[in-house]
């Protein structure tokens, strides 16, 4: 699964709007991707909250250097 989000402007503790992610601690940098890449079973667990609106998902995440964010871990 592939979810395409536009980046935030700052650290996730700034806030963001619908259909944007960012990390807990900064901005995104402008060669970061901004792709999330999932192909495991446990995708289901955070999809569902992504498309209901005031929702949102904690995903540990790192950055695979070939255009994805790859989930490693859902929560905090």
């Given at each position: 699964?592939?979810i ?16 944007q992610?960012?990390w ?23 999809v ?6 005031g ?10 250097g ?6 490693t871990?859902?929560?905090?």
């Open positions: 699964m592939r395409r989000f536009q980046p935030g402007g700052g650290a996730a503790p700034q806030g963001l709007s619908p259909g992610c960012t807990s601690d900064r901005a995104l940098r402008p060669d970061e991707p901004t792709t999330i890449c999932d192909s495991s079973a446990s995708a289901a667990q955070y569902g909250q992504l498309v209901q609106s929702q949102y998902a904690i995903l540990q995440v790192y950055n695979d070939q255009g994805c964010m790859k989930v871990r859902i929560g905090s």
